[in-house]
């Protein structure tokens, strides 16, 4: 036991007090002194570094329109909003997962899966409000201050082993930030500040409650994907709807306009052609193989194992979560390139090696071993790696199978049936598969939603499906010159 003299505590209690004073940072939204560790040249910094990891795990979605809208529609609410001085960046990104999430620094991304689920501008203006809202209160920032985000990696929903998922090159934090789960009080917060938002620059905010609902039906119907839903990272209260009723009805009154604006019909017609779920251009599974139409290749996945194809890579693991496969592309030009790169980054010791052929293509086959050290027990073990680099037009594609100690052996089979079974893709039928679209269409003649979905033929199945995109009900009568989404290609 040690004693300590008044001076010393009088010392520590002074250099707390400063420590507490430098992390109190007042809030743009509210003008109130909070515990925040981050500054905003900090948020700025972070916010830049996150912005190219997002690009690269899921794309940027190839419309120019609909980049243009979000980003001039972005730039006018920020303008009004609480941080105009932010260098703001609005972002359409290519995932099908219906969601809308923000970094610090002013980064807002909205996925075309949301895109297509709005039923007019008012709809969206609201969720863009929300998310600028996340922005603007520091919200994001004071998540980071509070917890440390999990770098857990999730393929088909499922968390792979620690030991292992340090070799899958995903932006764990910058895509983490997806998963930042917001306390009520901040939720209730955005929600006004979206409706404040939405409304000072003339959209009724009324409309943002009724996608909330949309987004609920969503969620029942489809379940949470791989990436969170809006709702999964956004909280949804019993009353929030009302909540926003209200709140957009009193900044109505506020702001005092005699009409806001909801833009259903301009809104539809600019979404019309939108790709609607996955796209299988950008790879596919069908019957434990991975097909790749862009690229033009194919391979065989083990059976029962969950995949997760990103922009980026494709990530492969079996329900126990012990083994983990990538396929990825190396950014070096021949096969020794890749190969020794891969060994340097990743500190490895190289077991062997030999040069192969892969269905005509050169390839080099390799093991190498990593030492890992426990995170709960402190233990060392072997990480045991094997490789395949492949070269195929034009590129080197490197197939990655990997697990922890003596569970590499269950897996080596599995893993040297995929490498070894990567070719090129000739299926006429799998080369030119199209994804499903958006397709806008007026009704001719006045009837229920379901209705009119039988006359233009929509199966009948995914007619709930539809109902939601619409967001009507089926029963829905809807009167000629109206009109709705459907889907082809």
């Keep these: 036991m040690h004693f300590y003299s008044r001076k010393f505590f009088a010392f520590l209690f002074v250099c707390i007090s400063g420590l507490l004073m430098t992390a109190c940072a007042v809030n743009p939204v509210t ?3 909070e515990l925040n560790f981050m500054g905003e040249q900090q948020e700025i910094q972070m916010g830049a570094a996150y912005d190219p990891q997002v690009i690269q795990e899921y794309g940027l979605y190839q419309d120019e329109t609909l980049q243009r809208f979000i980003d001039e529609k972005g730039q006018e609410m920020a303008r009004i909003s609480h941080r105009p001085n932010l260098n703001w960046t609005f972002r359409v990104v290519d995932s099908p997962i219906v969601n809308a999430f923000a970094v610090p620094g002013g980064y807002v991304y909205f996925t075309r899966g949301i895109m297509a689920h709005f039923n007019n501008e008012a709809e969206f203006a609201g969720v863009l409000g929300h998310e600028i809202g996340h922005v603007t209160a520091r919200h994001i920032a004071s998540q980071q201050t509070k917890q440390t985000l999990g770098q857990a990696l999730l393929i088909g929903g499922m968390i792979v082993s ?4 340090q070799y899958a090159d995903v932006a764990a934090q910058g895509l983490g930030l997806l998963f930042l789960k917001f306390g009520r009080d901040d939720e209730s917060q955005s929600d006004e500040l979206g409706v404040q938002y939405s409304t000072e620059i003339g959209y009724d905010a009324r409309e943002m409650a009724n996608f909330f609902y ?4 969503v969620n029942d119907l489809q379940g949470y994907g791989d990436v969170p839903t809006f709702l999964a990272t956004h909280p949804d209260p019993i009353n929030r709807y009302h909540k926003v009723d209200e709140m957009a009805q009193l900044w109505q009154f506020r702001f005092g306009r005699d009409n806001y604006k909801v833009n259903r019909d301009s809104y539809l017609r600019m979404i019309d052609g939108i790709v609607y779920g996955n796209d299988p251009r950008q790879g596919f599974m069908e019957n434990s193989v991975f097909y790749h139409p862009e690229l033009k290749f194919q391979y065989p996945v083990p059976y029962g194992w969950k995949v997760q194809n990103s922009n980026s890579q494709v990530q492969m693991a079996p329900e126990d979560g012990n083994a983990l496969m990538l396929l990825q592309l190396s950014p070096e030009n021949n096969l020794d390139a890749a190969a020794s790169g891969f060994i340097q980054q990743h500190q490895l010791q190289q077991v062997d090696a030999r040069r192969i052929t892969v269905n005509g ?6 093991i190498n071993d990593q030492v890992a050290t426990d995170q709960n027990t ?17 590129l080197i594609y490197m197939i990655h199978g990997l697990s922890a100690g003596e569970n590499f052996y269950r897996y080596q089979s599995q893993f040297t049936r995929t490498q070894d079974g990567f070719r090129e893709l000739r299926d006429a039928a799998k080369l030119n598969v199209k994804p499903e679209r958006v397709r806008i269409v007026q009704i001719d003649q006045a009837g229920t939603l379901a209705q009119q979905f039988s006359r233009y033929r929509m199966p009948s199945n995914r007619y709930e499906e539809l109902a939601v995109l619409n967001g009507m009900q089926l029963e829905d009568q809807i009167q000629r010159g109206t009109l709705i989404k459907i889907i082809g290609t």
């Design 378 to 394: 402190g233990q060392q073990q072997i990480i045991r790696i094997q490789s395949y680099c492949i070269q195929y037009g034009g």
């Design 162 to 165: 620690k030991e292992v998922r």
């Design 31 to 33: 003008g109130k002194k």
């Design 214 to 217: 949309t987004l609920k039906r």
């Design 361 to 366: 293509n050169p390839a080099i086959a390799m």
